[in-house]
């Protein structure tokens, strides 16, 4: 069992930043994948951001150019940062461990609103 504890949401105005974090009951060498996702008001979960253990980062066209994923594996927790937001990134967000076993694990969510 991974316990995924996020952080880091908030209200920002368009334009600013916030950095999510995503921190894990388990060493992140543990976790093979770990996912961000986001999901607003009405819509599906949508995936943003992808980092598996020894591979690239991935994310969405949405997202492109303005988040990134990285990870601390001395404090096993992953961050999502993300610039230039606009309030189409309105949504909670959440990270998804996938352990070596096939086994995956939500955390709770962090709001993230973006408005004036």
């Known amino acids: 069992q991974v316990q995924l504890v996020e952080s880091g949401g908030g209200l920002v105005q368009p334009g600013g930043s916030l950095r999510l974090a995503c921190a894990a009951s388990?060493?992140?060498?543990?976790?093979?994948?770990i996912r961000w996702y986001r999901q607003a008001p009405g819509k599906e979960r949508e995936l943003v951001a992808t980092l598996s253990s020894g591979g690239s980062p991935n994310y969405a066209d949405s997202m492109k150019g303005r988040c990134t994923i990285s990870r601390d594996n001395t404090k096993n927790t992953v961050y999502l940062q993300m610039n230039s937001l606009k309030p189409d990134d309105t949504a909670v967000y959440y990270c998804?461990?996938?352990?070596?076993?096939?086994?995956?694990?939500w955390g709770q969510g962090t709001q993230v609103t973006v408005s004036l």
């Open positions: 998804r461990a996938t352990q070596r076993n096939g086994y995956s694990f």
């Open positions: 388990t060493t992140v060498h543990q976790i093979n994948v």
